[in-house]
C-alpha cells in the first residue's frame, strides 16, 4: 500500500553538479507528473508522463529532463544543478482523465 | 501561470467553527479538485469537483461550482485543530491529461 514513493528525500548539491530523482508507483497508473513547490507560488508543472515511454513538458521545463521507461517508474534528472533549482520537488501520478492525484512527501533540494 | 486563485490566503478559526475557502480561475475547465497539505508534507487529495457538477459533499467537507462566475468554494464544517493545513485548489483545464493547474493555496490554522 505504498503509492507513491520518492526518492531521496532531502539532498544538498553543489551548482554544477548532476542528479537523478526517482519516482516510484504501485498503482499502475497512467499518467505521472513532477511539480516544483516554491514559497508562495503554489505548484508548477515540469513535465509529464501519459504512460511508458511518453513525456512531454509543463510549465517550468527548462533545466530539467526525464523519462518513463517502465510504467511504474518517472524520473527525473538535472543536468547542471543551478541556485534557481532549490525547491521542494513532487511527484504525483493519476489513472487518467478527471482523477485526483496521488503525490508522493517530495524531495527537498537545495543548491548551494 | 496560476489558474486558480485562493481566497483568503490565510484564515485563523476557533475549533468548532466553520472555514470557508474560495478559488477564482480563468480558462474552461473539466474538473476541479482541492487538496490537503500539511507542514513539511505532500499533497492529500479531497475531492474532485466535474464541470457539470454543482456541488459534491465528502463527510465534513462541501464544495460548490460555478463555471459561469469561474469560481469554486470549499466549506469545512464544525473544524478541528488538525484541520490545520494549506489548502490547494487545482482545475483540470479541458484538453485531457489531468494537468493540473494549482493555485498558491489558503493557509488555516484551527486553535482549540
Known amino acids: 500500500n505504498a503509492g507513491v514513493t520518492q526518492t531521496p528525500k532531502f539532498r544538498v548539491l553543489k551548482t554544477g553538479q548532476s542528479m537523478t530523482l526517482l519516482c516510484a508507483q504501485d498503482?499502475?497508473?497512467?499518467?505521472m507528473y513532477w511539480y516544483r513547490q516554491d514559497p508562495g507560488m503554489g505548484l508548477r508543472l515540469i513535465h509529464y508522463s501519459v504512460g511508458e515511454g511518453t513525456t512531454a513538458k509543463g510549465e517550468v521545463p527548462d533545466g530539467y529532463n526525464v523519462s518513463r521507461l517502465k510504467k511504474q517508474n518517472f524520473l527525473l534528472g538535472l543536468e547542471s544543478a543551478a541556485p534557481s533549482q532549490t525547491s521542494v520537488y513532487f511527484c504525483a501520478s493519476s489513472r487518467t482523465d478527471n482523477y485526483g492525484y496521488t503525490f508522493g512527501s517530495g524531495t527537498r533540494l537545495t543548491v548551494v | 501561470s496560476q489558474q486558480g486563485e485562493e481566497d483568503p490566503q490565510a484564515l485563523s478559526i476557533q475549533e468548532g467553527e466553520n472555514a470557508t475557502m474560495n478559488c477564482s480561475y480563468k480558462?474552461?475547465?473539466?474538473?476541479l479538485q482541492w487538496y490537503r497539505q500539511n507542514s513539511g508534507r505532500g499533497l492529500v487529495h479531497l475531492i474532485l469537483i466535474r464541470s457539470n457538477e454543482r456541488e459534491k459533499h465528502s463527510g465534513r467537507l462541501r464544495v460548490t461550482l460555478d463555471t459561469s462566475k469561474k469560481s469554486s468554494s470549499l466549506l469545512i464544517t464544525a473544524s478541528r485543530a488538525a484541520d490545520t493545513a494549506s489548502y490547494f485548489c487545482a482545475t483540470g483545464p479541458s484538453g485531457g491529461y489531468n494537468k493540473l493547474i494549482f493555485g498558491a493555496g489558503t493557509r488555516l490554522a484551527v486553535h482549540p
Open positions: 498503482m499502475n497508473h497512467e499518467y
Open positions: 480558462t474552461s475547465i473539466n474538473n
